[in-house]
């Protein structure tokens, strides 16, 4: 193996570590997006089961319009329009039933995993 070689070996390795890096940090944690269908006036799935950081996705598959409101209005999503999608990031603590502002029936809830 000659030095030119080495070298360039080297240098490749190095970029392809950074990238590496860059893409995962050190310490960094994997965290799941939920999808939450609405259609037929109904939250599909009903119950997600997320942790502190995970991202649950709610998208609006019927005509009409509809929110993933909290119970207690600690959060709200706003009005999710047909086809349109909004997302929110789990915290610790956070009010896990929700409803429809706009259909109260609708119901949901969030179950928080350790």
């Not at 509809?66 to 956070?94: L, P, Q, R």
């Amino acid at each position: 193996m000659d030095k030119t070689s080495s070298r360039r070996d080297m240098m490749v390795g190095a970029a392809a570590m950074a990238v590496v890096l860059t893409a995962a940090p050190v310490g960094a944690e994997d965290h799941t997006i939920h999808d939450v269908e609405i259609k037929a006036f109904q939250f599909d799935p009903p119950a997600v089961q997320a942790q502190v950081g995970d991202t649950i996705r709610w998208t609006n598959r019927d005509l009409a319009p509809h929110t993933a409101t909290a119970d207690e209005f600690g959060w709200d999503t706003e009005t999710i329009t047909k086809g349109k999608s909004v997302e929110i990031t789990v915290t610790d603590g956070m009010e896990t039933s929700y409803f429809c502002a706009f259909h109260p029936q609708m119901t949901g809830t969030i179950e928080l995993l350790p």
